[in-house]
């Protein structure tokens, strides 16, 4: 399959362009990374409603509370894992408890960061954020989702959590379906197994789903771009269906998609179903493609996963 | 610099020794909280609930009012009492603290109660919360002040240094911070556990204005207050000198008092010394 690449960060940076654009009460805080988060290219436009917090991510989120309470629509931005670790108290606190319209937005999730190492990549703050209670959770597929997600949490009103990638992910979703909390989307219509995947593993998903098809098996695919709330409906229509569930993240399969989507089909609709993502580990340096493969972000494993379901019918 | 009229200064007197027998009493019936914080920071809530702040407790977010933050926030018994006193809510409700259902959680929440501005009980975060507030103020072109209150414990968390170098940098002059500074925190005093000091040196380092009173004296709460509001281009921290369960005798640096309500004898000596009859 030809997709055509396009960047999160760039996309998120436009959208807060056009934010900035039509709306006097949107405020965008970095905390230094903001080329890097392409906050910049706000700041750039709308210098007066851009602050640079420094390397001071705990100050930057209250910071950002107190904005949120005084009517602002604020954005937080900085890399995945420290815009959730490294001040998770504080979001808990200052943020979720009084549920203020916060939206972390933060880039360089997941282990495609690449040479930083494990220090800087990220496979813990999906679980962080969405057992955070009053938060909403969201992994875009793609660049264009991307942009649809950013203006859909700034009409949010409560916190939000966005998870983008450092490198150019494949375009997957339909330019015409727009995002909604609360709402994933069918990319491909299969009846044997579903693959339900979530940022750019979405793409691996329907990379799996051609592959699963030369061997006679119609996976559906599943773009869970709203993870909080998980969009339980479409799991169940999926499952009656399918009979069969492969969840794909490119984060620790402990506490991620696999697991929300696990906890949902136990409690309700128990069948066959395998996590694929990365397996309780830290990360390590190299490419980020080297890394998918190293850590088992690819089709074939999800392809092997769908065989193994398949078998468990 | 207003010259304040002692008939002025004592009401707020009158109204602050209000407070702390509310405090007494509100501990008392939850059976814990913490009434040595409560007490010691009782005098500047007075001040700045019943004299200094632009506020409208009938109409509790209207717009141009002044903010306050209690980054202290176990301090909620004497707060809550301020606020019912302002008119927030009716001061019967005081005794509800920390009980099923009440409005008036362990912590301040924002959401539950009326006045509140910011929820607080995670030490080191008020500050940053306020300094938001301020840059939102700013950007807006509102006079509106934020006065935040801080305790010395939580002067040992990073995020208040965080906090300290972002409200210099921004030239938040709209910002009041008040330092209560007991000397006590729950596991003894703060220069044993984790020295503090040079406090005052060490906020002006990091470009604040810095003025020391006494937090038990109202006329120097108050023309502090007032310098603060000249002051341009920088925030102001005022360290407040203050006695942890003020008014209380046997309450007074004690450091059982930081998270223990008193028991009926302790409750009825603390109301006789605090002036009421029985």
């Known amino acids: 399959m030809k997709y055509q690449y396009a960047s999160q960060r760039k996309e998120y940076g ?21 080329s890097s988060t392409r906050t910049a290219d706000f700041a750039r436009e709308f210098p007066e409603h851009f602050f640079n917090c420094g390397i001071a991510e705990q100050n930057m989120m209250g910071v950002a509370a107190g904005m949120a309470a005084s009517g602002k629509v604020v954005f937080a931005s900085s890399f995945a894992v420290f815009a959730t670790g490294r001040c998770w108290d504080q979001i808990r606190q200052s943020i979720a408890y009084p549920k203020l319209n916060v939206k972390i937005c933060a880039t360089h999730a997941g282990i495609t960061v690449g040479g930083d190492g494990a220090s800087h990549q990220t496979g813990e703050d999906i679980a962080l954020m969405r057992t955070l209670p009053n938060f909403t959770v969201g992994v875009p597929a793609d660049g264009p989702e991307t942009f649809k ?18 490198l ?47 061997r006679n098996i119609s996976a559906q695919v599943i773009n869970m771009s709203s993870i909080k709330p ?64 190293k850590y088992g972000l690819t089709a074939d494993k999800v392809v092997e996963a769908a065989e193994e379901v398949m078998r468990r019918r | 610099m207003v010259a304040y009229p002692d008939d002025v200064i004592a009401e707020l007197e009158r109204r602050a020794n209000l407070i702390r027998r509310h405090v007494i009493r509100m501990t008392r019936a939850a059976g814990s909280g913490h009434p040595g914080g409560s007490l010691s920071c009782t005098d500047i809530l007075s001040a700045l609930f019943f004299k200094v702040m632009h506020h409208r407790p009938i109409d509790p977010t209207w717009e141009d009012r002044d903010r306050f933050v209690l980054s202290k926030g176990h301090a909620a018994p004497a707060y809550y009492a301020a606020l019912a006193e302002s008119g927030y809510f009716p001061t019967d409700e005081l005794l509800t603290l ?18 509140i501005e910011m929820s607080t009980g995670s030490l080191g975060q008020g500050l940053s919360t306020s300094l938001g507030m301020a840059l939102a103020a700013k950007l807006d072109r509102k006079a509106y002040r934020i006065y935040c209150l801080c ?28 330092l209560d500074r007991n000397m006590l925190q729950i596991d003894g005093p703060t220069e044993k556990i984790m020295s503090l000091e040079p406090l005052a040196d060490k906020w002006k380092a990091f470009g604040w204005h810095v003025i020391e009173i006494d937090g038990h004296n109202m006329r120097e709460i108050l023309e502090a207050c007032d310098k603060a509001k000249e002051v341009r281009n920088r925030p102001t921290m005022v360290i407040a000198h203050t006695v942890k369960g003020k008014g209380v005798s046997f309450m007074e640096n004690a450091l059982s008092f930081h998270g223990k309500s008193p028991n009926d004898e302790e409750t009825r000596k603390g109301l006789r010394e605090l002036g009421e009859e029985p």
């Open chain 1, 230 to 293: 998980l969009d339980d409906a479409l799991v169940a229509d999926a499952v009656k269906r399918t009979g069969g569930v492969v969840t794909a993240e490119e984060h620790n399969v402990v506490s991620g998609l696999g697991a929300a989507v696990a906890t949902y089909l136990v409690e309700h609709d128990p069948v066959p179903m395998r996590r694929v993502g990365i397996m309780d580990t830290f990360g390590e340096s190299g490419e980020g493609e080297e890394l998918m493969r």
């Open chain 1, 168 to 214: 150019d992910f494949p375009t997957v979703t339909d330019p015409d379906v727009p995002f909604k909390v609360g709402k994933g989307s069918v990319l491909r219509d299969g009846d044997d197994i579903s693959l339900i995947g979530c940022g750019i593993m979405v793409s691996r998903c329907l990379e799996a789903a051609e592959m699963l098809e030369k």
């Open chain 1, 149 to 166: 997600m950013t203006k859909t949490f700034a009409e949010w009103n409560g916190p939000c959590y966005m998870r983008m990638g450092r």
């Open chain 1, 14 to 34: 436009r959208a807060l362009v056009d934010l900035g654009k039509s709306r006097k009460d949107v405020v965008v805080l970095d905390a230094d990374l903001s």
């Open chain 2, 98 to 115: 920390r009980k099923l259902g009440s409005r008036l959680q362990g912590h301040p929440s924002r959401n539950k109660l009326p006045g």
């Open chain 2, 151 to 178: 305790g010395d414990g939580e002067q040992q968390s990073g995020q208040i240094w965080e906090a300290a170098m972002l409200g210099a940098h921004y030239e938040l002059d709209n910002v009041t911070t008040f």
